[in-house]
């Protein structure tokens, strides 16, 4: 089945600064990848997804890029603030193309 | 209003008891789920239910069993609890997954803590 890999596991930045977080899946049939973002004790809230007809896709600090052929795709964030603080999660579809299959997420702190 | 609300929030109980999370969504979604989030904050998806049909049981043990009365509510009923089942469970719900899997909306989450 989909394997969804994510790396770093934990990432620390100074604020202004950039975060990159990267992931690869390994069906390549998977055409769906969202990034979601978890504060302590909340719900995975969707900050930005792309379909595998799009190479990257831009909302104002955050930005994700896609590598169909490598199979990978990043999370970008630039002029890090500490509210960015969080667990950031990628997925892919799976096989079936029926449900998300989630990396092990990445936590970010950004420091001021 | 919230989109996707479960109950309960926190759930504590004793190893063997029988207990049931509700989730309901008012967003005019279709399709639904439960993940479950353990201690390391892995999220693994364990059902999905489209139109109140059944459409991913991920080897989840039979003591986990979803009903979905109607495809704006999906509970889960869980038997003879263990240790290991204590875990945050997040219902979540899109659009149709039929043409490509849909933006999910999650709930706040079940707190499950087995003493």
């Known amino acids: 089945g989909e394997n969804v890999e994510q790396h770093p596991s934990t990432l620390s930045v100074q604020e202004g600064d950039s975060a990159v977080i990267k992931c690869t899946y390994s069906?390549?049939?998977?055409?769906?990848f969202p990034w979601y973002k978890q504060e302590l004790g909340k719900r995975p809230q969707l900050i930005i997804d792309i379909r595998s007809n799009v190479g990257e896709k831009k909302d104002q600090r955050i930005a994700v890029t896609l590598n169909k052929t490598a199979k990978h795709f990043s999370l970008h964030i630039t002029e890090t603030q500490p509210e960015d603080s969080a667990v950031y999660f990628c997925?892919?579809?799976?096989?079936?193309?029926?449900?998300?299959?989630f990396g092990k997420g990445t936590t970010l702190s950004v420091s001021s | 209003d919230t989109a996707v609300s479960q109950t309960p929030k926190y759930l504590v109980t004793q190893m063997g008891n029988d207990k049931s999370i509700k989730c309901e969504q008012n967003?005019?979604?279709?399709?639904m789920y439960w993940y479950k989030q353990d201690s390391k904050k892995f999220l693994k998806i364990m059902f999905s239910y489209n139109n109140k049909e059944l459409i991913i049981n991920e080897t989840v043990p039979n003591r986990f069993s979803p009903k979905s009365p109607d495809k704006a509510h999906l509970n889960l009923h869980i038997n003879s609890l263990e240790l290991g089942d204590s875990a945050v469970y997040f219902c979540?719900?899109?659009?149709?997954?039929?043409?490509?899997?849909?933006?999910?909306?999650f709930g706040d989450g079940t707190r499950l803590s087995i003493l």
């Open positions: 967003l005019g979604h279709d399709t």
């Open positions: 997925a892919a579809t799976n096989q079936a193309g029926t449900a998300l299959i």
């Open positions: 069906d390549s049939a998977s055409n769906y």
């Open positions: 979540a719900s899109s659009l149709s997954a039929g043409t490509g899997v849909q933006p999910q909306h």
